[in-house]
């Protein structure tokens, strides 16, 4: 029954940083891949980032340059920062368990409920 | 624009079955087994549905099948009750830069 809780701000001024932060209970992160995805109102999913329990990486290119992906198995959290955020930013950040690919391909098979974001002075 | 092809809408009646496609390229669904799909009721997180193209993960209905033929991948909901009115996302491992790309959703309404 593991299951994952996103938190922070739901209002961050353009240009700042936006921090999200993913709690996971109910479970070890060991073994896994952690990622975020997100989603613009009344739009479709797109992929963040993952990061393995080790601390191994990867992007979307087209938000590299501004993304951090970071784990604390201590605590059992992984967190995103995101900098320079502009409106285009708002969305419902959603963070998510990825399987190794022998074990479901390359599925999202746990998601967190979500967390809206919004981007705004 | 999403980088897989899914219809806006589809829809069906109770009992019916509908089947909702997904087109890629050469460089992600026709070329890997790594297909996914999700069923995004309003207001809520997607739920994992398919993976691996036809495979579902314990506690999806068996009403719920995937398929792939070339690059384009489908899901299948035989059986259609009310409850399975949601927004249906696909997925795919892509060899072209970024991890996974996804559709653009359909959503499926249940008349």
């Known amino acids: 029954q593991v299951q994952l809780q996103e938190s922070g701000p739901g209002l961050v001024n353009p240009w700042e940083t936006l921090s999200l932060t993913c709690t996971v209970s109910g479970g070890s992160m060991n073994s896994y891949y952690w990622g975020w995805i997100r989603q613009p109102p009344g739009r479709g999913l797109e992929w963040i980032a993952y990061i393995y329990y080790r601390g191994s990486t990867d992007y979307n290119p087209s938000l590299k340059t501004r993304v951090t992906i970071s784990v604390d198995t201590s605590k059992n959290q992984f967190s995103l920062k995101l900098r320079s955020v502009t409106a285009a930013d708002t969305a419902v950040y959603y963070c998510a368990r990825l399987p190794p690919t022998v074990t479901m391909g390359s599925a999202f098979d746990i998601w967190g409920q979500g967390t809206m974001v919004t981007v705004s002075s | ?111």
Do not use: H
């Not at chain 2, 509908?18 to 992600?28: A, E, N």
């Open chain 2, 1 to 111: 624009q999403s980088a897989l092809t899914q219809p806006p809408s589809v829809s069906g009646s109770p009992g019916q079955s509908v089947t909702i496609s997904c087109t890629g390229t050469s460089s992600d669904v026709g070329s890997y087994n790594r297909v996914s799909w999700y069923q995004q009721p309003p207001g809520t997180a997607p739920k994992l549905m398919i993976y691996e193209v036809s495979n579902r993960p314990s506690g999806v209905p068996d009403r719920f099948s995937g398929s792939k033929s070339g690059n384009t991948a489908s899901l299948t909901i035989s059986g259609l009750q009310a409850e399975d009115e949601a927004d249906y996302y696909c997925s795919s491992y892509t060899s072209s830069g970024t991890y996974v790309v996804f559709g653009g959703g359909t959503k499926l309404t249940v008349l």
